[in-house]
């Protein structure tokens, strides 16, 4: 079945510095790939996302390309800010799947 | 817009009672999802529902059932709650229930069953 692995937390970073989080994933077919962030006691945005392999996502300052060869979609952010302490999850859902398929979440920490 | 509304936001039950969670959405979607959310493992669906009027089983449906009472509302019942059902739910809306959509999200239950 579809599933996704992604690097355990908590990450904790000084503000400027540069975040990865990696994210494989295995799945039937060509799924479409999604980044979602979760702000303390508030529910899941979309942060972005890729629909076919070399797409690259972006959403601000965040960057994420569906490498299919390599099955992962790594998020990225070249400066984080203390604003961008959340949770992230990956997450992928195929085409014979109705429900997305969630990693499991990385706490990320931003200290000033 | 209001998008995605939870209710009631934080709820603490007894082994047994019962409690329906109210889902809602305003932006005309056709599909709406129930998923729990536990610590170290990321979402589960419990049930979708892909139109108004039909509703199917997720990944982890025991324990649960659910109404699409028309087509902004979406409802999950538990009949007989269990300490196992403590956990955060989340309500999620998309527009048709194709692969590359994206689903939006509600703010969440948190639900303690002791």
């Known amino acids: 079945g579809d599933s996704v692995t992604q690097m355990e937390g908590p990450v904790t970073l000084s503000e400027e510095a540069f975040l990865t989080i990696n994210c494989t994933y295995t799945a039937t077919g060509y799924p479409s790939l999604f980044w979602y962030v979760q702000y303390p006691g508030e529910g899941l945005q979309l942060l972005l996302k890729?629909?076919?392999?070399?797409d690259k996502g972006s959403n601000k300052g965040f960057e994420a390309t569906y490498r299919k060869e390599t099955t992962s979609f790594h998020l990225e952010k070249g400066s984080v800010q203390v604003s961008d302490s959340a949770v992230y999850f990956c997450a992928l859902r195929s085409s014979s799947a109705r429900q997305l398929t969630f990693g499991s979440g990385t706490q990320l920490t931003v200290l000033p | 817009n209001a998008g995605v509304t939870q209710t009631p936001k934080f709820q603490v039950l007894k082994t047994g009672q019962s409690m329906t969670l109210q889902c809602a959405q305003d932006?005309?979607?056709?599909?709406m999802y129930w998923y729990r959310q536990d610590p170290g493992m990321g979402l589960r669906l419990i049930y979708y529902?892909?139109?108004?009027?039909?509703?199917d089983k997720g990944e982890v449906p025991n324990g649960y059932n659910v109404s699409r009472l028309n087509k902004r509302e979406f409802s999950l019942r538990l009949e007989s709650a269990a300490p196992s059902q403590t956990s955060v739910y989340f309500c999620?809306?998309?527009?048709?229930?194709?692969?590359?959509?994206?689903?939006?999200f509600g703010p969440g239950t948190r639900l303690l069953v002791l």
């Open positions: 999620a809306s998309s527009e048709d229930g194709i692969t590359q959509e994206t689903q939006y």
């Open positions: 529902s892909a139109s108004e009027g039909t509703t």
């Open positions: 932006m005309n979607h056709n599909s």
């Open positions: 890729a629909t076919k392999a070399d």
